[in-house]
């Protein structure tokens, strides 16, 4: 994990070409300000294999960011525009990956105009206090990252490499990380600063050095904060490289996968759509509404869940079935939701709880739009019931029926009116794309370091 | 339901009989005091057919009961002696049903020894405002009894007869009552002497006129409140004679057992034991915990319920299977669960969730205590979640493994571990009983006058 000497020294090496060829641009285009290497490559905190080099183009506040976009433009050959808050190049400088990110040079970090220009702040920070500490960076990084909770990013809402770095600050060493993160409590409050502005609602709240206002650990969810906190406790009293170098999950074979079907008896469906043509953060968070939009559908439906799962698998998946489905005709690769249920099979009687006897009004309309009860109505609690005849019996029937005009996300509902497949109990043994395979055996196993 | 003129003038001849043959024992044996005749044939507000005669022996505060007992058993030659607070003795005198209750002449009601001893101040209190009124409380009656909800009796938790008596009372009429029912609340508060000296949790608080402190419609549940109080609704949109004397429902003929089986999917099961030697009061009260032990019991082992009742069928039943089970081998009968499962088969994955995951030493122990989980441990939601083997897959298994461990109530746990008989699904054809299949037919249709 962490990088050898000549990794080092090619980083250091090509971070230096990088800023000169920018820098040399600025002079020819005439443009103020100055190119500064931020992240971890500046700071010697990253992990060895990581290559990402971050370069941020300043420029003073009042003027545009574009003529400082097109020297980024001209940095390397091989390149591609991306958007966060505004335009930035990915390029390919090298053989190392690139991101040189115009932003503006703004006195204090509370008055940036946008939330790049807060990055080289943290650099700047992170810098004075993190000498003779880089070690200790590493082994947490790494340490998260074995345990899953790693990465800012949506798709995992863990910690971010800037929140590592911070909570090492903050408790002195990678074992200080543990201890400190041991005890913690939702709602815990790190404030190197001392200088908190607002309160926040979040499970961990790790007041921005630069920026009272922010919480640098705003997109950590509560589960991936006490699955560090959990995996710390467990690991200051049995530690074990397992930690850090957890063993891959092979894709799951058939035989295993049936013998998981058969040991658990529960039902999964599997809801399998083209994703469409854009960046995780964008897919991720409607993925994740379109999955809370199946589980509440087959909640009204009366049926019983046990847990869920989405993902997106890029790889091209190899099927039986050829034609049939959304089919992943393309790159960009399936969306995949699975949704394990206790209970896939419902009696045709269904209770229905109606209002209190006593609202006069609402009781007779209930009891008038059901013309023709199976049983009732009846008072019980204090409430009128009818018992009437299910519509839906089986959830993948429900599911069938009604899945097309869930509220699924902007970009995910065309995505899924345009086709999609749904795979029930054993058929999921028709999906052969081995990213599946690894996420249902990972969906199976759900095993975190608690204990 | 109104007596015929005959009828009246039978019963009061009778009673003026009972009442010299009492004075006439009471004179020989030299003790003080007066017999009354009390209750709804005191009164003329008696629903014919009901030919219950109550008359109390009255004895100076401080005097012994045991002479007026001994003088109960003289009036007739067929008795038998029962046990309300105290003994009182039940006899067939001329055809007619009496009791003969042996009670304190107090000064004031709120003064009483016994509960008894506060019913000649209903009487009187009644009798001197009723005239005229008495065919308004026969309407009131009927009705409360078509619609099911007459009888304070635990088994009912209806209105008593003297409740029905100072409604009429309060609201001057049959249709009075009605509508003023129409519009109650729970909490409801009748206070007719306006004179409440505390206050009640109960659904409907009519203050007792006689006694300030005591509720008179205490042993009133909020379901029956409510059921009569949407009845009196309909009725006065709706009148039809149904409302007082509603369809007989006949024993369900096995055909029609099928079909609601068939109609439902749900899955039935009926749990028959013999019931023991006691009155009603005492048994109905055990019954309702019974029922609520084993849907408890169901519940904790993660089914789902629909709907369950209870009840004691004292005929003896024709069954097929002649020897197997309880045997309703005396004229006491059984006693009979019936719970409706929604969901009475589970897969055999559990989730057991368990304390929060920031709860050091809980998480350790909750995850030391699953050691080989199928899936997890995993935190979800801030807590620790394993997924875990299930022992009992069918809630008919359950069932049988742990109902005679269950609290079923003091006289009933003794007489389940006597011997008990499950019938699951199509197994309830079985049972022959008319009772049961009159209870079973009314199960099904469950329907009260709500509209």
């Given at each position: 994990m962490r990088p050898s000497s000549e990794e080092r020294e090619r980083l250091a090496a090509v971070a230096g070409r990088i800023i000169s060829r920018i820098e040399e641009l600025m002079r020819a285009s005439g443009i103020g300000g100055e190119a500064v290497l931020v992240g971890s490559a500046a700071r010697g905190t990253w992990l060895s294999g990581d290559h990402d080099l971050d370069v941020f183009i300043g420029v003073p506040e009042g003027s545009s960011l574009l003529p400082a976009l097109e020297v980024a433009r001209l940095v390397a050959p091989r390149f591609e525009e991306r958007y966060a808050e505004h335009a930035y190049v990915h390029a390919l400088f090298e053989g190392f990956e690139v991101d040189i990110v115009p932003c503006y040079l703004v006195?204090?970090?509370?008055?940036?105009?946008?939330?790049?220009?807060r990055t080289p702040f943290h650099s700047r920070y992170v810098s004075a206090r993190i000498r003779g500490l880089e070690d200790e960076v590493l082994l947490l990084k790494q340490f998260m990252k074995g345990v899953g909770?790693?990465?800012?990013e949506l798709r995992v809402g863990g910690f971010s490499g800037y929140l590592a770095e911070l909570l090492v600050i903050r408790y002195g060493s990678f074992v200080g990380v543990l201890e400190g993160s041991s005890l913690w409590r939702p709602g815990e409050v790190v404030d190197l600063e001392d200088h908190s502005s607002r309160s926040h609602g979040d499970p961990l709240v790790v007041v921005d050095p630069v920026d009272?206002?922010?919480?640098?650990?705003?997109?950590?969810t509560l589960d991936r904060m006490f699955a560090f906190a959990a995996a710390s406790r467990l690991f200051l009293r049995e530690p074990s490289p397992e930690f850090f170098f957890p063993p891959d999950l092979p894709p799951l074979p058939d035989e295993e996968l049936r013998e998981a079907l058969a040991e658990r008896r529960s039902t999964l469906i599997l809801l399998e759509f083209a994703a469409p043509d854009l960046v995780e953060d964008v897919v991720f968070p409607q993925l994740r509404k379109a999955e809370q939009s199946v589980r509440a559908l087959l909640e009204r439906g009366g049926f019983y869940l046990l847990r869920s799962d989405a993902d997106w698998h890029r790889a091209v998946p190899v099927r039986?079935?050829?034609?049939?489905?959304?089919?992943?005709?393309?790159?960009?690769g399936v969306l995949r939701i699975l949704i394990e249920l206790e209970v896939a099979l419902l009696p045709r009687v269904e209770r229905r709880v109606g209002p209190p006897a006593w609202e006069a009004e609402h009781a007779k309309r209930f009891v008038a739009s059901h013309p023709?009860?199976?049983?009732?109505?009846y008072i019980e609690g204090g409430r009128v019931v009818v018992e009437v005849a299910r519509k839906f019996l089986r959830a993948e029937d429900l599911l069938r029926s009604q899945v097309a005009g869930l509220s699924l996300g902007r970009h995910l509902g065309p995505s899924l009116r345009r086709g999609y497949k749904i795979y029930v109990g054993q058929e999921?043994?028709?999906?052969?794309?081995p990213e599946f395979r690894i996420f249902i055996a990972r969906y199976f196993l759900a095993r975190e370091k608690v204990g």
């Open positions: 006195e204090d970090a509370s008055e940036i105009i946008s939330a790049v220009d909770v790693y990465g800012s009272p206002g922010r919480n640098v650990a705003a997109a950590l039986d079935d050829g034609a049939e489905g959304p089919g992943p005709s393309d790159d960009v023709a009860p199976l049983s009732g109505p999921i043994l028709e999906v052969r794309d």
